[in-house]
């Protein structure tokens, strides 16, 4: 019977691939494609793969369920350990996330409850690259107001690591998903365990999101965007980029765990909860919490289980601190915590010295909750936007009017004059928990009245992801939820019935004849976006190809650019088609230049560029009166 493999952890694989000849690494992508359909658990909890009649490869997890050392997996073929079969096996398996750091040696007062999964890892020793040169203009600027000068300069050995993530980034996106095998992965690996080694796990994170990219994106799997792998390598090669350069700005480096620190005496209350369910296994809930200062706050129960952890951790109890209640309770009531701590992201500890008393709950009409309801949704979109790394776990609430459904999504428009559609979808898709069910239903009533808190999509235009919906005050045809609820409704975990909805029909809502002007899809920027996909697609050979001849996907894209103003994606466009295509030669035709770095800093200008371009429509999209589309400066 065939079974799914154990996640392995990224040095291990990065480990084996290196230890491989030449000739058996240009093999290994044909051996590991397909071999994990014949995997069998056996009785004593090991997997294993046979290869032909000689060889078997065993691997054994450990308590975690994961392959942690080399010596868990095993082959019985005479070139074991450096064999192509255990190699083969274990690229074929999911890369494990790096365990959660125990956060009672960073937490004052003792351990805390087990948090979420962080930043995974990869493998081995650093190489002695020369530090890429960055040029000016080809990064873009994140991170804290305060100047990096305050910060500590990095390490000699973080340079270096920086410089060997960079090289090896580099070299991964000049060969695109079609030669971005198992050997390309596993020296991305190799150098994001490095990083890790020297103290950079953002920069390893942000190695291991494109890696998954690629595996994701050579499997055709379902979900998978190029956009996403296209966003993940400008992440990677700006992070990897500016820290070679010796920038040492904290919001680059990272932290390597969530540490704690005392938070004193806090009032917090409840605003909803919110189901999480990874890729890599991980399921719970996180319930989010306001101060009376309007501070945020969250706690956090998310540990190994998927689907089922996720739907049952949104009533199991809150550990923090001997708290009587569970998420259910606190995301509709309080607690009054004395100890507190803190991580720097508003993370509530659950140390030794943590006392927490529960405190009755206050509707979203009264302080604090009522803030995020006071102020335009546009004002916030932008403040968000100037701040992305704050954007992750920032809630916005609003006050809309149904105007119904259209495709997968929810059509609304905001109560205030002039205020444009607003695309509502699912804060999580799968079909087993209830966000996708509540707002088909919330279509079914157009005219509507909702109050709506959710995450806004900064990928998208004017797109609202809700965690959960209560009435609007004052209104007649809105919400009638029950009265323990306290006028709201947890999307993933409620659900709306009939009795919920206001009986009648509602005033009438006129039906746009359709959904209005898009200023991201209809902008020729893109072009550029298309540009840039095809290089990650098919490597800088396929983004050479597109540059030639006078019919050129490069070529044609720099009128509209430059007709409609955007002269400065227009040049950097020109840029990256004519670097792709820059191979100059000796007399003998040997390659003179065969470094890709000119190729990366021409492609994470253009990649950059787009992305703030695209940040200024996206924000004109919550903002813009319907028919409206602010222009785009070109520079």
Not at 250 to 258: C, D, E, F, K, S
Not at 261 to 276: F, I, K, N, T
Request: hydrophobic letters at 45%; aromatic letters at 2%; one cysteine or more.
């Amino acid at each position: 019977m065939s079974t799914e493999l154990p996640p392995v952890a990224p040095e291990v694989l990065a480990e084996a691939v290196e230890d491989l000849t030449p000739r058996l690494r240009k093999k290994l992508d044909a051996a590991t494609e397909g071999c994990a359909a014949g995997a069998v658990l056996t009785a004593d909890g090991t997997v294993t793969l046979r290869f032909g009649e000689d060889a078997l490869v065993t691997l054994s997890p450990g308590p975690a369920g994961t392959i942690t050392t080399a010596d868990q997996a095993a082959c019985s073929c005479l070139l074991a350990p450096r064999c192509l079969h255990r190699a083969a096996a274990l690229g074929a398996a999911p890369l494990a996330d790096t365990p959660p750091e125990p956060v009672a040696a960073a937490e004052p007062g003792g351990p805390a409850a087990p948090a979420e999964p962080a930043a995974p890892a990869g493998p081995t020793e650093p190489t002695k690259p020369t530090e890429p040169t960055k040029p000016t203009g080809s990064t873009e600027t994140t991170g804290p107001a305060d100047p990096l000068e305050s910060a500590p300069a990095l390490t000699e050995a973080q340079r270096r690591a920086a410089g060997a993530l960079w090289h090896v980034a580099a070299e991964a996106l000049a060969a695109g998903v079609t030669a971005g095998g198992a050997v390309v992965q596993a020296e991305l690996l190799r150098a994001a365990h490095t990083a890790r080694l020297a103290g950079l796990p953002r920069a390893e994170a942000a190695a291991l999101r494109v890696v998954r990219g690629l595996r994701a994106a050579r499997e055709r799997r379902a979900g998978q965007r190029l956009g996403d792998l296209t966003g993940a390598f400008r992440e990677l090669l700006h992070t990897a980029g500016t820290l070679a350069s010796g920038s040492a700005d904290p919001a680059l480096t990272g932290t390597t765990r969530r540490a704690y620190a005392p938070g004193g005496s806090l009032q917090v209350h409840g605003l909803c909860r919110e189901p999480v369910l990874s890729a890599t296994g991980y399921g719970g809930v996180v319930t989010h919490l306001l101060s009376p200062d309007g501070t945020p706050y969250s706690v956090s129960d998310v540990r190994p289980g998927g689907l089922a952890r996720a739907r049952g951790a949104g009533s199991a109890s809150v550990a923090l601190g001997g708290a009587t209640l569970d998420h259910a309770g606190l995301a509709r009531g309080g607690l009054r915590i004395v100890g507190a701590t803190v991580s720097a992201e508003g993370r509530l500890g659950a140390g030794r010295g943590v006392r927490a008393t529960p405190l009755p709950g206050t509707a979203w009409t009264e302080q604090p909750a009522a803030r995020l309801f006071a102020r335009p949704a546009a004002e916030a979109v932008a403040e968000l936007l100037a701040a992305p790394d704050a954007a992750e776990s920032a809630l916005l609430g609003c006050d809309v009017t149904v105007v119904g459904a259209a495709g997968e999504h929810l059509l609304v428009r905001e109560t205030r004059p002039d205020a444009p559609l607003l695309r509502l979808v699912p804060a999580h898709p799968h079909p087993e928990l209830a966000h996708t069910e509540n707002l088909r239903r919330i279509a079914s009533y157009p005219g509507l009245l909702l109050r709506v808190l959710g995450r806004p999509d900064l990928d998208r235009t004017a797109t609202l992801r809700p965690l959960a919906v209560g009435p609007v005050p004052g209104a007649e045809h809105t919400l009638r939820l029950p009265e323990e609820w306290l006028g709201r409704a947890d999307l993933g975990y409620d659900r709306l019935q009939g009795a919920h909805f206001p009986q009648g029909a509602a005033a009438p809502v006129p039906l746009p004849a359709a959904e209005g002007p898009d200023p991201l899809a209809d902008s020729p920027l893109w072009r550029v976006r298309r540009l840039l996909e095809t290089g990650v697609a098919g490597g800088r050979r396929a983004v050479a190809e597109a540059a030639r001849g006078t019919d050129s996907l490069a070529a044609a894209s720099y009128g509209p650019l430059r007709r409609a103003g955007l002269t400065g994606a227009a040049d950097l466009a020109a840029a990256l088609a004519a670097e792709a295509d820059r191979r100059p030669r000796d007399v003998f035709g040997r390659l003179a230049d065969a470094s890709p770095d000119g190729y990366a800093w021409a492609w994470l200008a253009a990649a950059t560029h787009l992305a703030a371009a695209e940040r200024c429509l996206i924000a004109a999209s919550w903002a813009a009166t319907p028919g409206a589309a602010a222009p785009v400066s070109g520079r």
